[in-house]
């Protein structure tokens, strides 16, 4: 059970001024309070759910370090039996372990994309390996001035040795690798142990591979840029959010002590002011300690879980609270399968009882006292008190009064709903409490959201 459902379970509170007696949300009905799968001891400050990045530069470079190892695979699969056609015209003793090496740093790069440890690393080592042997390939000649009758097997990991060194290196030394690799390729090609290409053709061959290393480099290289951005847009996106939270809690904390001081403090002051005897003596310290007590409680650690409470459940409070006031009917209307969060839940009740309590202290004899709880179409409630008493004037409304602007409107309003007034001299007081908010809230003739200017809910005016 939350701490702030077992505020209103606390002491057995007194006098008709304020206090009803009641059970909290997990003694009233059949139904159990249901969780939405978080912890109920949470604060609001370390309870801000960090949201799921859909896209970060660490995921960036693992989806391009896989795809690059999937590409080397691929192209070292295809480079096989052009190594092994060639193997005949080289040096078997160093050309081979060569080969081997190479295969080896490829199949740890490979490795490490799956791991997702020292991709880096691994993808330095296979460029390493790949321009050292590119230096090496014609000393490894059996015979330097025969024709290779193809082109080196080297050719066809040219694209994956730059892939890995856009990968591994810093830019500028990527870019560098980008263009000297290539170079050393076409510088080999026009050799006889590169095939002895013409002039034309090994340049083709050396832009074509600068090309695609540059392509490559670019693509991984804006990315990098793109998911970075992203990165530090989310990071002042969640820092910002971390200071409207706790501008919403300190809001959230001023409304209910106001709430508070409304229903528990002045009351108090009130019963004491008016003491005759000692048995009134001992009511207003009663009154006192309960005032107390609430204070301590709402300085403490609010509850912002997400516990969900069912309509029926807060029907059953309100119409526990009405009961001891011995005045009002209550009707429920199709709110059988409806729930709300707690803290909705919480504000709806608080703010019901008060207008509950201000109908028995203001209205005068009436002919009627009600009360309906009902659902809505945004699967939410509407709870409407009502009277057919005196009414009253709201531009005669004091504004040092804190009743419907503190406890009844900013209580709905900092829960997500919306508090409607209706009322006039001699034709008794409705008030409308929905959650949640409307998108366009019904303001037929006559009625006055509590937020509108000339409220006495409003803002910059009281209420009784």
């Known amino acids: 059970m939350s701490k702030r459902a077992a505020r209103e379970g606390d002491q057995n509170r007194q006098g008709t001024l304020v206090f009803t007696a009641t059970k909290p949300f997990t003694?009233?009905?059949?139904?159990g309070l249901q969780t939405d799968g978080f912890q109920a001891d949470g604060s609001l400050f370390d309870r801000a759910r960090q949201p799921r990045n859909p896209i970060s530069r660490a995921q960036i470079e693992i989806v391009l370090s896989r795809s690059v190892a999937a590409v080397a695979v691929i192209f070292a699969l295809q480079t096989l039996p052009v190594m092994l056609g060639q193997l005949d015209s080289r040096k078997a003793s160093a050309a081979v372990p060569i080969a081997i090496v190479l295969a080896l740093v490829i199949v740890i790069f490979v490795t490490a994309t799956l791991t997702r440890e020292g991709i880096r690393t691994a993808a330095g080592a296979v460029a390493a390996v790949y321009l050292v042997a590119l230096f090496v390939w014609p000393p490894l000649m059996i015979d330097p001035t025969a024709v290779l009758a193809?082109?080196?097997?080297?050719?066809?990991?040219?694209?994956?040795?730059?892939?890995?060194?856009?990968?591994?290196?810093?830019?500028?030394?990527?870019?560098?690798?980008?263009?000297?690799?290539?170079?050393?390729?076409?510088?080999?090609?026009v050799l006889p142990s590169g095939g002895e290409a013409e002039n034309l053709v090994a340049v083709l061959d050396t832009f074509?591979?600068?090309?695609?290393?540059?392509?490559?480099?670019?693509?991984?290289?804006?990315?990098?840029?793109?998911?970075?951005?992203?990165?530090?847009?989310?990071?002042?996106?969640?820092a910002k959010y971390a200071v409207a939270v706790r501008h919403h809690a300190t809001e959230v904390e001023r409304v209910e002590v106001d709430s508070i001081v409304h229903d528990s403090v002045l009351a108090t002051l009130l019963s004491a002011a008016g003491v005759r005897n000692a048995k009134g003596a001992e009511l207003a310290a009663a009154m006192a300690r309960s005032a107390i007590i609430r204070l301590q409680v709402a300085s403490g650690d609010r509850n912002v879980d997400d516990v969900a409470v069912s309509?029926?459940?807060?029907?059953?409070?309100?119409?526990?609270?009405?009961?001891?006031?011995?005045m009002f009917t209550v009707t429920e209307l199709c709110v059988a399968g409806l729930i709300l969060p707690e803290h909705a839940a919480e504000a709806l009740y608080s703010a019901s009882?008060?207008?509950?309590?201000?109908?028995?202290?203001?209205?005068?004899?009436?002919?009627?006292?009600?009360?309906?709880?009902?659902?809505?179409?945004?699967?939410?409630?509407?709870?409407?008190?009502?009277?057919?008493?005196?009414?009253?004037?709201?531009?005669?409304?004091?504004?040092?009064?804190?009743?419907?602007?503190?406890?009844?409107?900013?209580?709905?309003a900092t829960a997500g709903g919306v508090a409607v007034l209706r009322t006039s001299l001699g034709h008794g007081?409705?008030?409308?409490?929905?959650?949640?908010?409307?998108?366009?809230?019904?303001?037929?003739?006559?009625?006055?959201?509590?937020?509108?200017?000339?409220?006495?809910?409003?803002r910059d005016a009281g209420t009784r």
């Open 27 to 31: 003694e009233v009905g059949d139904d």
């Open 150 to 189: 193809s082109r080196p097997w080297l050719w066809y990991l040219c694209g994956v040795a730059t892939s890995c060194a856009a990968i591994a290196l810093p830019l500028a030394w990527a870019v560098v690798y980008t263009v000297v690799t290539p170079v050393t390729f076409g510088l080999l090609r």
């Open 208 to 238: 074509y591979a600068m090309l695609l290393g540059g392509t490559v480099l670019i693509i991984i290289y804006v990315l990098r840029q793109a998911t970075a951005q992203v990165d530090t847009a989310q990071s002042n996106a969640l």
């Open 311 to 326: 309509v029926s459940q807060l029907a059953a409070r309100i119409r526990s609270a009405a009961m001891a006031t011995g």
């Open 353 to 412: 009882v008060q207008a509950m309590v201000n109908s028995v202290q203001h209205a005068g004899p009436t002919q009627s006292r009600a009360v309906t709880v009902s659902g809505d179409d945004q699967s939410g409630c509407i709870i409407c008190i009502s009277d057919t008493g005196r009414g009253f004037d709201v531009s005669s409304v004091a504004s040092g009064r804190l009743g419907l602007r503190v406890s009844i409107h900013d209580r709905v």
């Open 429 to 458: 007081t409705t008030i409308t409490l929905t959650w949640p908010r409307p998108d366009e809230p019904n303001q037929a003739s006559g009625d006055q959201p509590a937020e509108s200017k000339g409220s006495p809910s409003g």
